[in-house]
């Protein structure tokens, strides 16, 4: 079992920047492959970023690539999502994943879940 919490969502304006944080317990963090989606309002979850066991491999969905930046720590249990040039379109809950393969873009690919973080883009 791992267990998965997220933070650092919040309110911010277009344009600003905001980080993610999510710790994981249970098992042993360098053995997952971990990630990050995310749920607008009425729509379905989608992909955001993923990153490899040891961090050698990231991927990002088209929407976000160049502006967001996926990172782990495993020393400390954490992967992180650094979200600069915020757009309101990223306005959504955001979610932590975990799975034991590699890297996939869709729900199934990953077996626990955090209980998300609500980001919010707004003038």
């Known amino acids: 079992q791992v267990q998965l919490v997220e933070s650092g969502g919040g309110l911010v304006q277009p344009g600003d920047s905001l980080r993610l944080s999510c710790t994981a317990s249970g098992r042993t963090v360098s053995s997952i492959t971990m990630a990050w989606f995310r749920q607008p309002s009425g729509k379905e979850r989608e992909f955001v970023a993923g990153?490899?066991?040891?961090?050698?491999?990231?991927r990002y969905a088209d929407s976000v690539k160049g502006r967001f930046r996926i990172a782990r720590d495993n020393a400390k249990s954490t992967v992180y999502l650094q979200m600069d040039s915020l757009k309101p379109e990223d306005t959504a809950v955001y979610y932590c994943?975990?799975?034991?393969?590699?890297?996939?873009?869709?729900?199934?690919?990953?077996?626990?879940w955090g209980q998300g973080t609500q980001v919010t883009v707004s003038s």
């Open positions: 990153i490899s066991r040891n961090a050698g491999v990231t």
């Open positions: 994943a975990a799975g034991s393969y590699a890297i996939a873009t869709n729900r199934p690919g990953y077996d626990y």
